[in-house]
């Protein structure tokens, strides 16, 4: 978008939410509140962006992923004042340009209709043009007041509304177009002789009024894409409908959401065609999913990649990937920095913790497999457990490919186990297996005959 600079207001506490952080870096759908506006912004075309930060302002920037510039606002003496901030900035950067205003506590904007504001506000020659909704309920929004011909007049916050202004129900979105000299002209003119004793950005549109200068309104009907957050209900009830409209898009795409309500995906989340999510599924971070995988039920999945046509059952899965037509669970639990090879199977009360398992292999029950490499067409036995921890260093184990290891095996790291050896039920290994050897390392049984007689131990049946 040419000559267009955006600036974010996120400089305010945030008194609503009762919290010990600045509320725009509280999350939603896996991404803070103020990097939903940011990535609206930069999808609409727009790189000029600055964000203005005050209370807490450190955590605010840090939370900001993208490349923008900051101004600070070292008192929060309104959304005015706030602009009047970054005006040295906005001179800077685009003094004769357009600026776009949005609220960094309103992430549901998307960035067409930020292009459709824009293209309104220029083909309508407006020096200022605000964006409207109308809300059933319109408690807490600056109300839109426009004359008898039914232009806009002013902006009024509801501590300063009469009753009858209270009555109005378009509302102010926070989200403004203006020609960038008239905006800072306006700024100058604003006052703080209202109800909180604030500089209202809201009141720039009457002071370019005054000026004779040109507003207009750009009122959308989806009053859903402009809610503000100022409290944690609304932060949930945000939450809620971004939720349904990335399932929406997930499901237009070509995946199957069983019952759309009962699942939570992030936005940044990719699913693939013919994908089934089951109830329970929460998906998280910067998750990709493959085509074909069946995903759930109750399956939490965070930060990892997932080839296609896997199969993952009542599973939580953290930043690793699991690769083509691998089964997981139910009940099974992979930890950071794993990898599940093409096929393999991590079956029932299974945990992975930073180890790579070769494709086609099988640890179908009741196994641990810590600091592992694990080969190909491996067979782990009910209960085997790498034992990968002395107490003070963490040890690898090695175990090449076609090994097959009997139930209840004891793999005392470091340790390695080469290629189409067997490992036999109960042993506990602590040396090296050679290639195609077998190992057995537990105590030979003994039989004491008539142990029990002796001893009149024999049990009866009651
Ligand atoms: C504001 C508008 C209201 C509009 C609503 C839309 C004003 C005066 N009111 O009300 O008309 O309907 O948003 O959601 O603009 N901020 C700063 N510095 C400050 C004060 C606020 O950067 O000194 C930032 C906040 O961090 C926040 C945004 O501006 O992201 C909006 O502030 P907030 O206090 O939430 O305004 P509302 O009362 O919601
Ligand atoms: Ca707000």
Not at 97 to 102: D, V
Not at 126 to 137: A, K, M, Q, S
Not at 231 to 256: E, F, H, P, Y
Not at 281 to 288: F, N, S, V, Y
């Amino acid at each position: 978008m040419d000559n267009v600079c955006a600036v974010i207001l996120a400089a305010g506490e945030g008194k609503r939410m009762k919290s010990k952080h600045p509320k725009v870096i509280h999350k939603l759908c896996g991404k803070p509140i103020i990097q939903h506006v940011v990535d609206s912004v930069t999808g609409a075309g727009i790189s000029d962006i600055i964000v203005v930060i005050g209370h807490k302002a450190e955590e605010v920037k840090e939370c900001v992923e993208s490349d923008v510039d900051f101004a600070l606002q070292e008192k929060q003496l309104g959304t005015g004042h706030a602009v009047m901030c970054a005006s040295d900035l906005i001179k800077e950067r685009n003094g004769n340009g357009t600026t776009l205003i949005l609220y960094g506590d309103s992430p549901l904007i998307k960035s067409e209709t930020l292009c459709s504001l824009i293209s309104y506000h220029r083909n309508n020659g407006f020096h200022g043009t605000v964006l409207t909704t109308e809300y059933d309920d319109p408690a807490g929004y600056g109300r839109v007041i426009r004359d008898s011909r039914g232009n806009v007049e002013r902006i009024v916050e509801q501590k300063d509304a009469t009753d009858e202004e209270k009555k109005v129900r378009e509302c102010n979105s926070g989200i403004y177009c203006f020609e960038t000299e008239k905006l800072l002209d306006a700024l100058k003119l604003i006052k703080n002789d209202n109800a909180q004793k604030e500089y209202y950005l809201t009141d720039v549109i009457g002071a370019m009024k005054g000026l004779g200068l040109t507003i207009g309104a750009y009122s959308i009907s989806d009053s859903t894409e402009t809610v503000g957050i100022n409290s944690r209900i609304q932060l949930a009830d945000a939450a809620s409908i971004m939720r349904r409209n990335i399932v929406n898009k997930l499901m237009l795409d070509g995946v199957t959401i069983i019952n759309p309500e009962s699942v939570y995906i992030d936005k940044d989340v990719s699913i693939g065609m013919d994908t089934v999510i089951y109830p329970g599924a929460i998906i998280e971070g910067k998750t990709t999913i493959g085509e074909d995988c069946i995903i759930g039920p109750n399956t939490r999945i965070v930060d990892s990649i997932i080839e296609d046509g896997a199969d993952i059952n009542s599973s939580v899965i953290l930043e690793s990937s699991v690769k083509a037509k691998a089964k997981i669970g139910p009940f099974a639990y992979i930890r950071p920095q794993s990898v599940i090879g093409e096929g393999a199977k991590i079956g029932d009360f299974v945990e992975v913790k930073k180890s790579v398992i070769g494709n086609g292999t099988k640890a179908s029950h009741l196994t641990y497999i810590g600091d592992a490499e694990v080969g190909k067409n491996v067979n782990f036995g009910c209960g085997t457990i790498t034992v990968n921890y002395d107490g003070n260093t963490k040890y690898k184990t090695l175990i090449g490919d076609n090994v097959f290891i009997g139930c209840n095996t004891n793999l005392v790291a470091p340790v390695k186990v080469n290629d189409n050896s067997y490992i036999a039920a109960g042993s506990t290994i602590t040396d090296e297996v050679p290639e195609g050897a077998l190992a057995i390392a537990r105590e030979r049984q003994t039989n004491k005959e008539g142990w029990a007689k002796k001893r009149n131990l024999y049990r009866k049946n009651k």
